[in-house]
């Protein structure tokens, strides 16, 4: 039973095209984040929901779009690829609403995207 | 806003040795801070969490330790395992989110 899952796990595209990450959670949680992992490892949140209300928009250009049609579901999609935007982007969800970060993230797999 | 420092440099360590990370931050202490491993590949997986007025933590062969007045958290394995190969994220909360480091790789050899 998969807690956090996405798909796809790998994402070749070339730049201009428009593409879609989606992501579930099984775990009955209020929160849902997308992060983005650079090629130096850093992780870094881009997005958060609560309830499927946006919370956090981390200064992520417009072209990255993440909607949440209810609250186990947030997919990310992204218009006009750069090359800039290889990165493995990971989903994550935890149990209740942003508060003092005592709560665990549980993170997907992640989904690798490759911009050519 | 925080800055969190790990060694960015990777720890070898011989099996059955102990293991120590360092997560370093820069400004006020966060009430909670946790830590994650991460295998190559894959997403991080909670590992342990800290209060600031906690000064230790642990669970199996894990230890964290939390100084605020040196703002600084360790991270031990002890008896460490080859199996323990992994990177080793500490993240902490400031203002809305979380915020990680970018880990340390830990490698285990036999």
């Not at chain 1, 994550?92 to 690798?112: D, I, K, V």
Request: hydrophobic share 30%; net charge neutral.
């Amino acid at each position: 039973d998969t807690a956090v899952s996405q798909t796809p796990k790998y994402l070749v595209t070339q730049m201009g095209n428009d593409k879609s990450i989606k992501c579930e959670q099984n775990l009955g949680h209020d929160t849902m984040y997308w992060y983005k992992q650079d090629s130096k490892k850093f992780l870094k949140i881009m997005f958060s929901y609560n309830n499927k209300e946006l919370i956090i928009n981390e200064t992520v250009p417009n072209r990255f779009s993440p909607k949440s049609p209810d609250k186990a579901h947030l997919n990310l999609h992204i218009n006009s690829l750069e090359l800039g935007d290889s990165a493995v982007y990971f989903c994550a969800s935890s149990q209740e609403g942003l508060g003092n970060g005592y709560n665990e993230q549980f993170f997907g797999p992640g989904t690798r995207l490759t911009v050519l | 806003s925080q800055k969190i420092e790990q060694n960015s440099e990777a720890l070898n360590i011989q099996e059955g040795k102990t293991a120590t990370l360092t997560c370093n931050y820069t400004n006020y202490s966060p009430a909670y801070l946790q830590w994650y491993r991460q295998d190559p590949g894959r997403g991080p997986v909670f590992l342990l969490l800290i209060r600031e007025n906690e000064k230790e933590k642990r669970k199996e062969r894990l230890k964290v330790t939390f100084d605020t007045t040196l703002k600084q958290s360790l991270f031990h394995i002890t008896a460490s395992q080859p199996a323990d190969s992994a990177t080793y994220l500490c993240a902490l909360f400031d203002t809305d989110k979380l915020i990680f480091g970018t880990g340390t790789r830990l490698q285990v050899f036999p």
